[in-house]
T-cell receptor, first 117, second 112 residues
C-alpha cells in the first residue's frame, strides 16, 4: 500500500497563477481532507469530503476549490494564487465505515510545499 | 466547536529522562482525542488516541497519554526519552463533523 500520495512535493507560483495539488489514497477511505500548516498555527482545515460527490468547507476555504469524483482522489485547486497561500499543504484520509467514525485516526501524505511570489 | 490547546511551544529534556507534552481540550460531549508526531519534511503520524475506557492510553514507540476529565487534559508522556523522539507533536480532537482540529504543536528536543 502506498497510503496517501501527494504531488508535487514542491511548487513555486507567481501571484495570480492557478494550479492543482493532487492527492490520492489507496486505502478505500471515505473521509479525505486538506490542511495547511503554517508556523505557530498548527494545521488548519481547508476542505473535506465524507465520500465521492460530497465536499464541504473547513476553517479556511477561501481561495481554494475541491472536488471528489472518485473515492481515491481529492484534488485541491488554487484559483488565483496569493502570497498568503504560501504554506505546506497536507492531504489526509481516514476510514469512516460502520460503527463509530470518530475512532479513526487520519493518515497523512508527505505534503506539498508551495511558495507564491 | 471542539478545540485543543498546547501551552508549550518547546519542551527540552535530557535523554533518559521522562518527558511530558501538555494538551488541554474543550469539548461538548464525549472527547475523541489524538496525538500525532511530525518528523522533518514528513506528514503527521498517528501515535495514540483516547475514545473511552482506561484513562492511561498506550501508543506507538513507547508513548502513552493520560486522560484527565476533571482537568480537561490529555498529556503525552514517555518514561525515558530518546534523542530520536525529537520532533513536532500535535494534540488533536475529532469534531462532530468528523473534522480533526489540531493544536499549534509542541517542539520536543531531547539532548544527549
Amino acid at each position: 500500500n502506498a497510503g496517501v500520495t501527494q504531488t508535487p512535493k514542491f511548487q513555486v507560483l507567481k501571484t495570480g497563477q492557478s494550479m492543482t495539488l493532487q492527492c490520492a489514497q489507496d486505502m478505500n477511505h471515505e473521509y479525505m481532507s486538506w490542511y495547511r500548516q503554517d508556523p505557530g498555527m498548527g494545521l488548519r482545515l481547508i476542505h473535506y469530503s465524507v465520500g465521492a460527490g460530497i465536499t464541504d468547507q473547513g476553517e479556511v476555504p477561501n481561495g481554494y476549490n475541491v472536488s471528489r469524483s472518485t473515492t481515491e482522489d481529492f484534488p485541491l485547486r488554487l484559483l488565483s494564487a496569493a502570497p498568503s497561500q504560501t504554506s505546506v499543504y497536507f492531504c489526509a484520509s481516514s476510514y469512516r465505515g460502520q460503527g463509530n467514525p470518530y475512532n479513526s485516526p487520519l493518515h497523512f501524505g508527505n505534503g506539498t510545499r508551495l511558495t507564491v511570489t | 466547536a471542539q478545540s485543543v490547546a498546547q501551552p508549550e511551544d518547546q519542551v527540552n529534556v535530557a535523554e533518559g529522562n521522562p518527558l511530558t507534552v501538555k494538551c488541554t481540550y474543550s469539548v461538548s460531549g464525549n472527547p475523541y482525542l489524538f496525538w500525532y508526531v511530525q518528523y522533518p519534511n514528513r506528514g503527521l503520524q498517528f501515535l495514540l488516541k483516547y475514545i473511552t475506557g482506561d484513562n492511561l492510553v498506550k501508543g506507538s514507540y513507547g508513548f502513552e497519554a493520560e486522560f484527565n476529565k476533571s482537568q480537561t487534559s490529555f498529556h503525552l508522556k514517555k518514561p525515558s526519552a530518546l534523542v530520536s523522539d525529537s520532533a513536532l507533536y500535535f494534540c488533536a480532537v475529532r469534531d462532530y463533523n468528523n473534522d480533526m482540529r489540531f493544536g499549534a504543536g509542541t517542539r520536543l528536543t531531547v539532548k544527549p
